[in-house]
C-alpha cells in the first residue's frame, strides 16, 4: 500500500515476523484490486466476507492461504472467515465498527486523490479527553481536532461531529480522515480555522442506552467541558454539529431542540425525522413549521446523501416532507452507498461552508 496507514493500531502496515507469524497482511495493487495473504494452517476454509459478497482463498504453501480481488474502492470493512468463524487478523488494518473492532482495506479513490495527503503541508493534532457526564453518571471520552496554527490566545468556533451507530468517537479520525482532510482544506485556504470534537454517540447508563442519550451528554456535559478547557467562541454562530447516519438524526434532534444554541447543522447519509417507528410526536420538527424563526437560527442546514445509500428511501421521505416548508436547506448527493466514502465526500463538501465571514 503506497503511503502510512493510518489506523487504530498502528500508523505503518506490518505483515508479521517471518520465523514466527509469516508474512502476511493486505496489499492494494496498482490495478485498485487487493492481495490477501493469511496464515491459517489448520484451516480447512479461509475468506473475506464483504457483507455477504464472500471472496475465497486459495491454500498456498506454509500454512499460507491467499488471493487477489476486485472489492471496490473506498474504505472497505470485511469479516475474516476462517472455518466459518469471524476472526479478527491482527496483520491486517484494524478500525472499529459493526459494534466491534473490525478489518478493513482503503482502496483510493481517484477523484479523491490527495484529499488527505501528508506531505507537503502543516498538520494539526488530535487530543484525547475523558470528562465526567452528569447524565451518565461516569466518564465520557471524546477526540479534539486543533488546527497546524492553533493558538491558546485565540478563540475558535467548533464543530461536534458524530459518527454512526456502531461506531465510537475514532471513527471520523481513523476511517474519515478528518484531521487530514482539515489540514489539508486549511492548506489551501478553503476553510476556517476551527476545532472538531468527537464524541461517543453510544452513551450508556449501566447497561441500559439508547441512540439518543448522546444529545442530553452533548448539551449537559460535552459542550460545557470543551468551553472550559479550550479557547473557544461559545456564542451559537460559533457552534455547528453534525453527524452520519444515527449522528446524523442525533444533529437533527439536537440543533432543532436547541437553535439558541446551534447556527449550522449537517446530516450526512441520515436522517431529519427518526427513521424507526415513533409513537411521540417528534417536537424538535416543530421548528420547521416556524420559517422566520428557522431562518434567523440557521445560517446553513446542510443534508446529504450517498445516491446507492440502502436509505435513499428515508432521505426521500424526509425530501417530500420538507418540500411545501419552504425552508433554506441545501441538500447534495453524492456516488455511493452508506459507507465512509461518502461521508468523506460529506464533510470536505461541509467544513468550507462553516463559519464563514460572509455568511
Given at each position: ?19 514466527r ?65 469471524d ?10 465498527g ?30 484525547r ?54 489540514d489539508?482544506?486549511l ?18 447508563i ?43 438524526y ?30 411521540e ?58 459507507d ?20
Amino acid at each position: 500500500m503506497n503511503g502510512p496507514l493510518d489506523v487504530s493500531v498502528s500508523f505503518d502496515p506490518y505483515y508479521g515476523e517471518p520465523n514466527r507469524d509469516g508474512i502476511q497482511g493486505a496489499t492494494v495493487m496498482p490495478d485498485g484490486k487487493v492481495h490477501f495473504r493469511v496464515m491459517a494452517k489448520d484451516a480447512h476454509s479461509v475468506a473475506i466476507d464483504q457483507f455477504g459478497t464472500v471472496y475465497s482463498l486459495e491454500k498456498a504453501d506454509g500454512g499460507a492461504w491467499e488471493g487477489t480481488f476486485d472489492m471496490g474502492r473506498g474504505f472497505l470493512y470485511f469479516f475474516l472467515k476462517v472455518d466459518g468463524a469471524d476472526v479478527l487478523c491482527p496483520y491486517l488494518p484494524i478500525g472499529y465498527g459493526c459494534c466491534r473492532p473490525m478489518n478493513f482495506v482503503d482502496v483510493p479513490v481517484e477523484d479523491m486523490q490527495g484529499w488527505d495527503d501528508l506531505a507537503g503541508i502543516p498538520h494539526g493534532a488530535v487530543t484525547r479527553h475523558y470528562y465526567p457526564s452528569s447524565v451518565t453518571g461516569k466518564h465520557e471520552v471524546c477526540l479534539v481536532y486543533t488546527p497546524p496554527a492553533f493558538d491558546p490566545a485565540k478563540c475558535y468556533p467548533v464543530l461536534y461531529l458524530q459518527h454512526g451507530y456502531g461506531e465510537n468517537e475514532t471513527g471520523w479520525v481513523y476511517q474519515g480522515h478528518v484531521g487530514r482532510i482539515a489540514d489539508q482544506l486549511l492548506a489551501a485556504g478553503s476553510m476556517q480555522e476551527m476545532l472538531i470534537v468527537m464524541g461517543n454517540g453510544m452513551v450508556k447508563i449501566g447497561e441500559e442506552g439508547g441512540r439518543m442519550l448522546f444529545p442530553q451528554v452533548l448539551i449537559s456535559d460535552l459542550i460545557p467541558f470543551v468551553e472550559s478547557h479550550y479557547p473557544v467562541l461559545t456564542d451559537r454562530c460559533h457552534r455547528a454539529m453534525a453527524g452520519l447516519s444515527m449522528g446524523s438524526y442525533q444533529t437533527s434532534l439536537t440543533t432543532l431542540s436547541h437553535p439558541d444554541m446551534f447556527a449550522y447543522a449537517g446530516l450526512f447519509s441520515g436522517f431529519l425525522r427518526a427513521p424507526w417507528p415513533t409513537e411521540e410526536p417528534e417536537k424538535h420538527l416543530e421548528l420547521l413549521d416556524q420559517p422566520e424563526r428557522f431562518r434567523a437560527a440557521f445560517r446553513l442546514f446542510y443534508r446529504a446523501m450517498g445516491t446507492e445509500d440502502p436509505f435513499w428511501e428515508s432521505f426521500a421521505k424526509d425530501d417530500a416532507f420538507l418540500a411545501p416548508k419552504g425552508l433554506p436547506v441545501e441538500r447534495e448527493t453524492f456516488p455511493g452507498g452508506h459507507d465512509w466514502t461518502v461521508w468523506k465526500r460529506c464533510i470536505r463538501s461541509f467544513l468550507p461552508r462553516l463559519f464563514r465571514e460572509d455568511a
